[in-house]
């Protein structure tokens, strides 16, 4: 599977008039390679790819990590650097003879540019800056992929209905953001796919909320938004809900959000555009009289990352395709009150959409 | 403390020519501004500072972190942006007088630069790039500071013996790493500052093992590297003991890295030089036969990052001031026996130390 990747993307390497690409962002490191190593930020990489256009590629990493390079990065060509990656280019470079060698530009840092520039004037090579060359292969997932998000997703619904049955009056909104992500790895997730938002109250009016030893009562609202990673899959849910009996206020604007929910997930289809997509859920929040109190977008894609393309967004002219991954996840959030966001994840399809989510908490009251 | 901080870096922005300087770098913003958001890795930034040479900064974030940046950065002018950061930017910078503006090269994108470079074209604004500027702020800690890094290290400590306590075979090494990070959790600490290291056996041979499946069996080494975040601050330790009756090749060994590091730490005052110090304990480890087994540098400075200045490697010519605080953290690696590291906190004193911590697990059998 990796070796098809690999061919396809030296085509685009060679399409482009390039000699070479390297490949620094590590979902798509992992892949093309199937090398699952994790950075520790941008500032440590456990390895970068470096593909000629024509020839085997190479993983290029450090002692840390070759044992591990070697047993996953089956067919490519594993080197270990000690000085530093860019030392270890400058040898290579003119052996694979890359001469115009493009970079991700969207992930590197711009320190790292400088500094091969001085080397790449050393070897003659030109550095040409690309952006999402990887990622738009990665943005059509197949059916192989498509099986893991939906094992993600499953094993994340699986984490939230065994921490929601024990969530009572009393619990710390970090308690139970504990419970969620102790049960993920639990249950065999590889790790949180992002820091779990679990909001009580009015803490929910931040889209983004931070646990906080805040306690539950009866009757505060509970915001709940995690996502775990599966082999590399990312999976991404919210739901919203009341602990205890829902009033009357709460159950009005829950049914704003699940309408809103629901239209543009009937609007998904191949051909369809982002942005139209995010309008249907718009209008819908909008005309109940919520219009300001949605500021994020409608969705983003989900795949090796938990967010990426396409952008569900007011902004995106970008067509749907077959086999894209996204969110859909409205949201009103009235500070001072608190805030509601369901999401669930769907595939595109020829002339539709399958939702990847079967559970139903506090969707349809 | 901010205002402080921030006057100073005003000062450092003037003396460049800098009308003012932009901070990307999370830890740096937080340092600046007392706002303690978190990024979701480098792409997706929790705002951003923009510091004029003369007037009042601002912090510049979007509305899912509005609120919390209003409550946290207090005395800063908190601006929110809808289309992203460089569009709000093109309106600020005219306004606020900057013709030349400072960037942090080591902590932004390529792709990032690449667009302020077109905005900064239309404004009529020159982009500097700067490395360590507020880095360089930092590598020294106040009183205040090392007070916090101490809980950090103390909180740490506490949760290493409770989690010690339990070890027993039949564990596995990610129920180990597990209940290290579920503990630091339950006993407050924000979050694990990286991904505990534990290494059962010869895994102990990779010194950034990953932990696995790997059953625990008596006489096995157990090496464990665990820190903390507590408001803010990172902790860092290493213990090595041994499932049982430690062995007296383990002894030996042990007691080799113990005496480089009792050696390492004593060289260490004000005025010293990072190699010298990292020299005094790797000499003790090549003098005992295991030269070549070493294979990091002896320590690196901990802050509001785990990792940062003052690196204690052999190549750094750095000379140590007070307030600096470094790990030392000695440690001989076999492949197919394992590995024995040692790694304490200390304060660099006028006239030697200050060693942060008290626990003495297995450090001197």
Same mark, same amino acid.
């Given at each position: 599977?990796?070796?098809?990747?690999?061919?396809?993307?030296?085509?685009?390497?060679?399409?482009? @008039?390039?000699?070479?690409?390297?490949?620094?962002?590590?979902?798509?490191?992992?892949?093309?390679?199937?090398?699952?190593?994790?950075?520790? @930020?941008?500032?440590?990489?456990?390895?970068?790819?470096?593909?000629?256009?024509?020839?085997?590629?190479?993983?290029?990493?450090?002692?840390?990590?070759?044992?591990?390079?070697?047993?996953?990065? $089956?067919?490519?060509? =594993?080197?270990?650097?000690?000085?530093?990656?860019?030392?270890?280019?400058?040898?290579?470079?003119?052996?694979?003879?890359?001469?115009?060698?493009?970079?991700?530009?969207?992930?590197?840092?711009?320190?790292? =540019?400088? #500094?091969?520039?001085?080397?790449?004037? #050393?070897?003659?090579?030109?550095?040409?800056?690309?952006?999402?060359?990887?990622? *738009?292969?990665?943005?059509?997932?197949?059916?192989?992929?498509?099986?893991?998000?939906?094992?993600?997703?499953?094993?994340?619904?699986?984490?939230?209905?065994?921490?929601?049955?024990?969530?009572?009056?009393?619990?710390?909104?970090?308690?139970?953001?504990?419970?969620?992500?102790?049960?993920?790895?639990?249950?065999?997730?590889?790790?949180?796919?992002?820091?779990?938002?679990?909001?009580? @109250?009015?803490? &929910?009016?931040?889209?983004?909320? =931070?646990?906080?030893? #805040?306690?539950?009562?009866?009757?505060?609202?509970?915001?709940?938004?995690?996502?775990?990673?599966?082999?590399?899959?990312?999976?991404?849910?919210?739901?919203?809900?009341?602990?205890?009996?829902?009033?009357?206020?709460?159950?009005?604007?829950?049914?704003?959000? %699940?309408?809103?929910? %629901?239209?543009?997930?009937?609007?998904?289809?191949? &051909? $369809?555009?982002?942005?139209?997509?995010? %309008?249907? $859920?718009?209008?819908?929040?909008?005309?109940?009289?919520? &219009?300001?109190?949605?500021?994020? $977008?409608?969705?983003?894609?989900?795949?090796?990352?938990?967010?990426?393309?396409?952008?569900?967004?007011?902004?995106?002219? *970008?067509?749907? *395709?077959?086999?894209?991954?996204?969110?859909?996840?409205?949201?009103?959030?009235?500070?001072?009150?608190?805030?509601?966001?369901?999401?669930?994840?769907?595939?595109?399809?020829?002339?539709?959409?399958?939702?990847?989510?079967?559970?139903?908490? @506090?969707?349809?009251?």
């Amino acid at each position: 599977m990796t070796a098809r990747r690999l061919a396809r993307l030296q085509a685009g390497i060679r399409r482009r @008039g390039l000699d070479g690409f390297l490949v620094t962002r590590p979902d798509n490191r992992r892949y093309l390679s199937g090398y699952t190593a994790l950075d520790h @930020g941008i500032e440590e990489t456990s390895g970068v790819l470096l593909v000629p256009a024509r020839s085997t590629p190479l993983l290029l990493t450090d002692s840390r990590f070759i044992l591990q390079a070697r047993e996953e990065a $089956a067919g490519l060509r =594993v080197e270990q650097y000690r000085q530093g990656v860019i030392p270890l280019m400058e040898r290579l470079l003119p052996e694979l003879g890359i001469s115009r060698l493009g970079f991700e530009s969207d992930y590197i840092l711009h320190a790292t =540019v400088l #500094r091969m520039e001085k080397m790449a004037r #050393r070897t003659g090579c030109t550095l040409v800056p690309v952006t999402g060359l990887v990622e *738009r292969m990665r943005v059509i997932k197949s059916a192989e992929e498509i099986a893991l998000i939906r094992k993600s997703v499953r094993l994340n619904e699986q984490v939230f209905r065994l921490v929601h049955s024990t969530i009572e009056p009393g619990m710390t909104e970090r308690e139970v953001a504990l419970a969620i992500e102790l049960t993920m790895r639990e249950l065999g997730a590889e790790r949180p796919g992002f820091d779990t938002i679990v909001a009580f @109250g009015d803490n &929910g009016a931040r889209p983004h909320a =931070v646990p906080t030893d #805040r306690v539950l009562n009866t009757g505060d609202i509970v915001l709940i938004d995690m996502g775990l990673v599966l082999d590399g899959y990312c999976s991404d849910m919210t739901r919203t809900f009341v602990a205890g009996r829902p009033g009357r206020t709460f159950l009005e604007r829950l049914r704003v959000v %699940r309408r809103a929910q %629901r239209a543009a997930t009937a609007a998904v289809r191949a &051909g $369809a555009i982002c942005r139209d997509v995010d %309008r249907v $859920a718009r209008r819908i929040i909008a005309e109940a009289g919520y &219009g300001d109190l949605f500021g994020h $977008a409608l969705g983003h894609g989900v795949g090796l990352a938990v967010h990426e393309e396409p952008r569900l967004s007011p902004r995106s002219r *970008r067509k749907l *395709r077959p086999g894209m991954v996204v969110t859909v996840e409205p949201g009103i959030y009235l500070p001072g009150w608190g805030g509601i966001r369901l999401e669930n994840m769907i595939v595109v399809r020829e002339d539709g959409c399958e939702v990847l989510n079967e559970d139903t908490t @506090g969707l349809d009251l």
